[in-house]
């Protein structure tokens, strides 16, 4: 039975349209945050003041491949990857006092710090100047100052615990918990520590801040564009901390969004710009996020799919349906690259580069897949 039979018989609502991964925005005050949140969501009406408030959405991804399919099959149905994300509140001296901040910025996987490049002196600067790397250091430390600070209460509670009894379980947790402090201790975020299987899973219960990806985001001015000098410096400083970055002018994007779609290509022509940078942003998401894309194709529908990077095909199965998971068979599997080489499915499964593979396949970014499966 083909994937394409399978989904004809399911209701819509047991797909996955999106990755059960989610990305916080976050920044200091008048930064940016909420404009390019509106142009990454498409959001259209009003956003609340309160900065206190979460504000959720859907990004789709712009990925140029699947575009590609799209204007192949001619499908009566297109749908592509979406990620989760959400504007978390400023971190400004209340949320970071009250720990507001930190307890949102718990609940997402991987976080976008917008960081303040643009000069503009009608918009002011909670610290009165721009300085970019002053502002990444400024939220990086809180991050790494909360963790801190979570570990010193927990190992005070252990070793309250333990002068009651003796607990190796504790003991344990004592030992890795006090190994993470010393790391921060260096004003190193966790996520830069080399850590043992067994270490993984005995923090795994724990969610650390300084753990999660980041992508800093620097919003410069549209007259920096082409100026990737402070994008450089930015990059070398933090390579270590596995920090992405890249830079977006938040002004650019959004008199680029509010142009209409045929608009959009001659605006972009004469800045000299391929694409708008907001779908260079979506990609770095999925990156940070370790996702990859797999694809499955048809006159019907075309659909970019998310996984977990080094996943194999009956898992990819399971992010369609859980039915083609639980009686996977195998997976007919055509690169991309060959597809778009050859032209058509009939060419490449002629050149012998269609590949059936069994439950152990890993699958590749870009693969083709049709399920076969049985239940």
Request: hydrophobic share 40%; charged share 30%; with cysteine.
């Amino acid at each position: 039975m083909s994937i394409g039979y399978a989904l004809s018989l399911t209701k819509t609502s047991d797909f996955c349209y999106s990755s059960d991964m989610k990305i916080g925005i976050i920044g200091l005050p008048q930064v940016g945050k909420k404009i390019l949140f509106k142009i990454l969501t498409q959001q259209k009406s009003k956003m609340p003041d309160n900065s206190k408030d979460i504000i959720p959405g859907i990004v789709s991804v712009k990925d140029p491949r699947f575009d590609k399919l799209v204007s192949m099959y001619s499908p009566k149905s297109e749908v592509p990857a979406t990620i989760d994300i959400s504007l978390l509140p400023k971190i400004e001296k209340e949320t970071v006092s009250s720990g507001d901040i930190f307890t949102k910025i718990a609940d997402v996987d991987a976080l976008c710090h917008i960081v303040r490049s643009f000069k503009d002196e009608s918009v002011y600067h909670v610290d009165g100047s721009i300085d970019p790397i002053r502002d990444i250091d400024t939220v990086n430390s809180e991050l790494i100052l909360n963790d801190m600070i979570f570990i010193e209460k927990r190992l005070e509670r252990i070793d309250k615990d333990l002068s009651r009894k003796k607990d190796t379980a504790k003991e344990k947790d004592k030992e890795i918990l006090s190994k993470l402090k010393v790391h921060l201790e260096k004003e190193l975020p966790l996520r830069t520590m080399s850590l043992s299987e067994e270490e993984k899973k005995l923090i795994l219960a724990y969610q650390f801040i300084s753990m999660k990806p980041i992508v800093i985001a620097l919003n410069i001015g549209e007259e920096d564009i082409k100026d990737t000098n402070l994008l450089d410096s930015v990059k070398q400083k933090y390579e270590k901390q596995k920090i992405g970055v890249m830079q977006v002018s938040a002004k650019i994007e959004s008199e680029i969004a509010s142009l209409p779609e045929e608009e959009q290509k001659d605006f972009l022509s004469e800045l000299g710009i391929e694409e708008p940078a907001v779908n260079a942003l979506t990609r770095c998401f999925y990156k940070t996020l370790g996702l990859i894309s797999f694809f499955t194709v048809g006159k019907d529908e075309v659909r970019e799919w998310m996984i977990r990077k080094n996943s194999t095909a009956p898992e990819a199965a399971g992010v369609i349906h859980t039915d083609l998971q639980r009686g996977f068979i195998r997976a007919q599997v055509i690169k991309y690259e060959n597809l778009v080489s050859f032209g058509a499915e009939a060419k490449v499964k002629e050149a012998g580069k269609c590949y059936v593979k069994g439950k152990d396949y890993i699958v590749e970014d870009g693969d083709i897949i049709d399920i076969r499966f049985n239940v």
